[in-house]
């Protein structure tokens, strides 16, 4: 996962999280709620399809449970950073309004978790509502994020709930994000002090109300139309997040597309505003970046672009032997093991296989953490025991397995350091033939992702894998490893899908490198 996706990711468990709280809790599907509210800034035809067509909606299905999951618990942590309070029912919609009601007149005011109010046809539950400093009868706001810094949608989350509030008679002093403090560093017990940044955003969520009443019966009045309202897709598919309903709404875009040109997407949402649709259709003289030109000569001629003297340079650089390398990690919000920190990549799995000379036989090593310990030191143990002391290390997307994984394990594990250093100064990345386009298949769509290019190069795919992504490996292996009540047979069957899926990886690696030998001798 890029350093983008990463991002997008902790976002989409926010908002996976909301979603799944509302549709437990609101089953009035026209009420606006602050997930609907913020579906409506991002989609007009989001807000309208979730409140009138929910069920057309697709749950994020293979994750869903897993990321509700870490909202759960990452919002249990947060009340114990204002003990004392009061939780409220939170699946019973009118209970919980009626609660709410009694706690916030209660002659003692304490924290209200799940705090939820009704005003109109607004639906707001704040995380936590806690007695404020500014005055008898005044409520701090505080929302509580998976994420790691402050988003923009954040601050309309939170200007929805204030306003809300305020419709329905309550005084709110101040408001806070509290999110996950990225620099927190686990030694024992979670340090909930350390574990959250509070941030006060009072001022920056004020900036914001002056719209809020508009924009909230502009959604309602989206809400109300007889029909959906017509909106194309466009770069708002993907902002802030990935919407669910892109399977359907992108659905007519066929192989070869202009959403498939490389890079920012302007370009290429104006095109298909102008009715150009695929890429061969695209205007001779119209002005592309060279990566561009690429795709747009391999979409006229159905053929592959080959650089070949710049893959000729490559093979010939690479140093036997060769040992490729892959790893599958998990990353948690709440870190597992001491000296982690939340979202930090731990390897739980490695695959090598090492070639020592063109086209030789391979080796195959294999490392797998089968139980719930902290696995890096015998994840490093293990690596460092089956990659030499000389030849190139082969990596597919050299940031991920030397920044985000090997180079974080360097402080807890200062005995490995230099061997560390020595495996990444040997790393050679296959990525870099394929993200710089010395080669590039019209198949791949865009994308230079491993599981794109071993199919045209390789003729082999993950389609039939019964593991055949890094989340699903993620989801999987923390579900048998650390869940409870898991049958031996199915942990059993995870493990050896993910033994498979993880050498795959490096497989493909060695296929995909030897096709790239095979076209310099033509
Ligand atoms: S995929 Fe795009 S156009 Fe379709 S509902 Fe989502 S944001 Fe709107």
Redesign the pocket.
């Known amino acids: 996962m890029d350093d983008e996706n990463f991002e997008s990711q902790k976002l989409k468990n926010d908002a996976v999280y909301d979603f799944v709280r509302d549709r437990k809790v609101v089953k009035d599907p026209k009420v606006l709620t602050k997930s609907k509210f913020l579906n409506g800034l991002?989609?007009?035809?989001?807000l309208w399809?979730r409140c009138n067509a929910p069920e057309a909606i697709p749950l994020p299905s293979d994750r869903l449970q897993q990321v509700f999951d870490v909202g759960h618990k990452v919002g249990e942590l947060a009340m114990t950073r204002f003990p004392g309070g009061a939780r409220i029912q939170e699946d019973d919609f009118l209970r919980n309004i009626e609660e709410t009601k009694t706690l916030l007149a209660a002659a003692n005011p304490k924290p209200i978790y799940e705090a939820g109010v009704m005003a109109g046809r607004l639906f707001s539950r704040a995380d936590i509502l806690v007695p404020s400093s500014l005055g008898i009868g005044y409520w701090d706001i505080v929302e509580v994020k998976c994420g790691t810094d402050l988003k923009d949608v954040y601050l309309q989350d939170i200007a929805f709930q204030r306003y809300c509030y305020e419709l329905a008679g309550l005084k709110i002093g101040r408001c806070f994000l509290m999110h996950i403090n990225s620099d927190y560093v686990r030694d024992g017990d979670i340090d909930v002090q350390e574990f959250f940044a509070l941030v006060d955003v009072t001022d920056k969520v004020a900036l914001l109300s002056g719209e809020i009443k508009k924009t909230i019966d502009g959604f309602l009045a989206i809400v109300d139309m007889p029909t959906c309202p017509g909106?194309?897709?466009?770069k708002?598919?993907?902002k802030p997040y990935e919407?669910?309903?892109?399977l359907?709404?992108?659905a007519f875009l066929p192989p070869g597309n202009v959403l498939e040109l490389r890079g920012n997407k302007d370009k290429a949402f104006q095109m298909l505003d102008q009715g150009i649709v695929l890429l061969k259709d695209i205007p001779k003289n119209a002005k592309l970046s060279d990566t561009r030109a690429i795709q747009y000569q391999c979409a006229l001629a159905g053929k592959p672009h080959v650089d070949l003297p710049a893959i000729v340079a490559f093979v010939k650089g690479m140093k036997y032997p060769l040992y490729f390398i892959d790893f599958e990690t998990i990353f948690e919000a709440i870190p597992r093991f001491n000296g982690t920190s939340p979202y930090q990549q731990i390897p739980i799995q490695f695959s090598v296989h090492v070639q020592e000379i063109p086209g030789g036989e391979l080796k195959h090593y294999s490392f797998l953490q089968k139980s719930p310990a902290d696995p890096r030191k015998d994840f490093l143990d293990s690596l460092c025991a089956c990659t030499g002391i000389q030849g190139n290390v082969v990596v597919y997307n050299r940031t991920f397995e030397e920044s985000h994984v090997l180079n974080k394990m360097k402080d807890s594990f200062p005995e490995y350091e230099s061997r560390i250093a020595d495996i990444c100064s040997r790393m050679a990345d296959l990525l870099d033939v394929f993200r710089s386009f010395l080669y590039y298949h019209p198949d791949q769509r865009g994308s230079a992702s491993i599981k794109k290019v071993l199919p045209v190069l390789g003729g082999k795919s993950y389609k039939d894998m019964a593991i055949s992504d890094g989340g699903q490996a993620t989801t999987e292996y923390s579900r048998v490893t650390y869940g409870d009540q898991v049958d031996p047979a199915d942990r059993q069957k995870v493990y050896t899908d993910l033994e498979d899926y993880c050498a795959l990886d490096t497989i493909a690696m060695v296929d995909i490198l030897a096709a790239l030998e095979a076209l310099q001798k033509g």
Not at 42 to 46: E, S
Request: net charge positive; proline share 5%; glycine share 4%.
């Open positions: 991002q989609c007009p035809k989001l399809m909106i194309s897709i466009g708002h598919c993907n919407c669910q309903m892109k359907s709404c992108w």
